[in-house]
């Protein structure tokens, strides 16, 4: 059974760009969440998405975006990146929404 | 009050004694919570997951969840080195649809 896996593991960005994270879901899986985990805290939800459709949002503005395509695997995109965006970014999958999720290792985004 | 709370710890354990870790939450119609374990620069790890009042056990872990005191517990028995980590509870609030909200964690030190 293959893990959800992220890419890429690390990424470092400067103020103002626009960055895309990958998510491939676990075997089986059909829900995916995305969260933010800045250091010290624990992980603050940003949407997830189920059969290809946003299932609720976190307090993130719209510049934070996502989709999922029809093998389950997803992206997160952030436009206008902020200092504040420094975090680690984490996918989770789930056979339904409202099911245990299990974690990818995760992107660390650093924004100079 | 927040949403889910947690000490932050440092919870200090001799090694074979048993962990307790506590988290309560503020949405009284909350109904699936979550413990995940996750170790310093590693993504969170689901451990345990409950959603009855009551207890459910897992080799040498327990849950224990009160929805009327608005709490949820992890007990660790003959607890190891190995078990120090950040313990995360997780809730699924309603508020967010199915994204779950996390507490701050608890880091857990294991004294061999």
């Known amino acids: 059974e293959t893990g959800v896996t992220q890419s890429p593991t690390h990424l470092i960005k400067t103020r103002g760009q626009q960055v895309t994270l990958r998510c491939s879901s676990q075997s089986g899986h059909n829900t995916v969440s995305w969260y933010q985990q800045a250091l010290g805290q624990g992980p603050q939800f940003i949407f997830q998405?189920?059969?290809?459709?946003?299932?609720g949002r976190g307090n993130f503005p719209p510049r934070f975006s996502g989709l999922q395509f029809p093998n389950y695997s997803s992206e997160l995109n952030v436009n206008a990146l902020e200092l504040d965006d420094s975090a680690l970014y984490l996918c989770?999958?789930?056979?339904?929404?409202?099911?245990?999720?299990?974690f990818g290792d995760g992107t660390r985004l650093s924004i100079l | 009050q927040k949403e889910v709370e947690q000490n932050s710890g440092p919870l200090s354990v001799p090694e074979g004694a048993i962990a307790s870790l506590n988290c309560t939450y503020s949405?009284?119609?909350?109904?699936?919570f979550f413990w995940y374990r996750q170790y310093s620069g590693k993504s969170p790890e689901l451990i345990m997951f409950i959603y009855s009042n009551g207890d459910k056990e897992d080799g040498r872990f327990t849950a224990q969840l009160n929805k009327a005191s608005q709490y949820v517990s992890l007990l660790i028995r003959d607890s190891q080195p190995s078990d120090s980590a950040t313990y995360l509870c997780?809730?699924?609030?309603?508020?967010?649809?199915?994204?779950?909200?996390f507490g701050k964690g608890t880091h857990l030190i294991i004294q061999p």
């Open positions: 949405d009284r119609g909350s109904q699936s």
């Open positions: 997780a809730v699924n609030l309603f508020r967010y649809a199915d994204g779950l909200t």
């Open positions: 989770a999958s789930s056979f339904g929404t409202d099911q245990p999720q299990h």
């Open positions: 998405y189920y059969r290809e459709e946003e299932n």
